[in-house]
């Protein structure tokens, strides 16, 4: 249901913008998580906004750097990196919950889509 793109290889320093499209509705009434796992490390959480779009949060490794929006006319919830840095080389992840509460925990979001491989090179 849930398709992430976007990714690739950028130079440190360098931007991307990843995308998560839906099939259906289910991404337009649901809060939004984007989720990174490096090879070796547990999956972790990255960013979340709301089903309206008018809560974010960042986990502080990405605050300033990154920006998670989101388009529901268009099923789209995006996350526009910027001044990358190899630590962010990691395969994200986007999902949905539907409670709020649950957004920043990998362990209680419903629905996932496949990753996408972001690698940032030194």
């Known amino acids: 249901q849930l398709q992430a793109s976007g990714g690739g290889l950028v130079q440190a320093g360098g931007s991307l913008r990843l995308s998560c499209a839906a099939s259906d509705r289910t991404l337009s009434s649901s809060h939004m998580g984007w989720f990174r796992q490096a090879p070796g490390k547990e999956r972790e959480f990255v960013a979340a906004i709301s089903w309206s779009g008018g809560t974010t949060r960042y986990v502080d490794s990405v605050k300033g750097r990154f920006t998670i929006s989101r388009d529901n006319a268009k099923n789209t919830v995006y996350l526009q990196m910027n001044s990358l840095k190899p630590e962010d080389t990691a395969v994200y992840y986007c999902?949905?919950?539907?409670?709020?509460?649950?957004?920043?925990?990998?362990?209680?979001?419903?629905?996932w889509g496949k990753g996408t491989q972001v690698t940032v090179s030194s």
């Open positions: 999902a949905a919950a539907r409670y709020w509460r649950n957004v920043y925990s990998p362990d209680d979001m419903m629905y």
